[in-house]
């Protein structure tokens, strides 16, 4: 199946710094998804990006659906401690069967982000 | 509140014994699937469901079974758990599957010994 690489698999920063995060996949999307995962829940929707090249802006976080459609970064600015937990990044490419449109969503391994105050 | 509830949160159970997780949500969603999550695998997914009546496997089905008879209600079925289906269960659900964010629950975290 479609795999997607996220990287890096787990990031140690000081309250305050600058985090990037990325996924990169051998296959094209048409969509790509960012989610967070807080300790002990569900992952819960960050950001959604629909078009390549698209850039999307949620508070502190900034995400982008790169030109290729094989790649998406997550960039949050200025970390607070409530910023730890595990980010998802998820690819889904458009399909069309019997005038319905659906498209299975791939996630990454994750990226665990610890932040220490 | 608009809410997956997921059902129980843990359980541990012995090879072979058959279990059933029970997923519903409350927002008329017709997408709804079962992930299990493991350490450097990411979220996997098990079965999705575009409607009632209308399921189809995931990534990883094997060893599991699901139905869905009404709209609301997606149960994850283990006819003979074994001990690698140890693992974060999740159930997720989406007015649509495309362009539509998926809700997920809170987790079953299932331990089979």
């Known amino acids: 199946g479609q795999q997607l690489n996220q990287s890096p698999q787990s990031m140690f920063i000081q309250e305050g710094e600058d985090v990037s995060m990325n996924c990169t996949s051998s296959s094209i999307f048409n969509t790509w998804l960012w989610y967070k995962q807080d300790p002990g829940e569900g992952p819960v929707l960050l950001i959604a990006?629909?078009?390549?090249?698209e850039l999307t802006s949620n508070g502190r976080l900034t995400a982008q659906f790169g030109i290729t459609r094989k790649d998406s970064f997550l960039n949050i600015s200025a970390s607070i401690p409530s910023d730890v937990g595990i980010y998802f990044c998820?690819?889904?490419?458009?399909?069309?069967?019997?005038?319905?449109?659906?498209?299975?969503?791939?996630f990454g391994q994750g990226t665990i982000l610890t932040v220490h105050p | 509140e608009a809410q997956v509830t997921q059902n129980p949160r843990y359980l541990i159970t012995v090879t072979g014994k058959k279990l059933t997780v029970t997923c519903s949500q409350n927002m008329n969603h017709e997408y709804m699937s079962w992930y299990r999550q493991d350490p450097g695998l990411g979220l996997r997914q098990i079965y999705y469901s575009m409607n009632v009546e209308v399921t189809d496997k995931g990534d990883v089905p094997e060893g599991y079974k699901v139905s869905r008879k009404e709209k609301r209600n997606f149960p994850l079925i283990l006819e003979s758990p074994s001990p690698n289906q140890t693992s974060l269960y999740f159930c997720?659900?989406?007015?649509?599957?495309?362009?539509?964010?998926?809700?997920f629950g809170n987790g079953t975290r299932l331990t089979v010994t």
């Open positions: 990006l629909y078009k390549a090249g």
């Open positions: 998820a690819g889904q490419r458009l399909a069309n069967a019997g005038g319905t449109s659906y498209g299975k969503l791939t």
């Open positions: 997720a659900s989406s007015f649509r599957l495309y362009n539509s964010p998926l809700h």
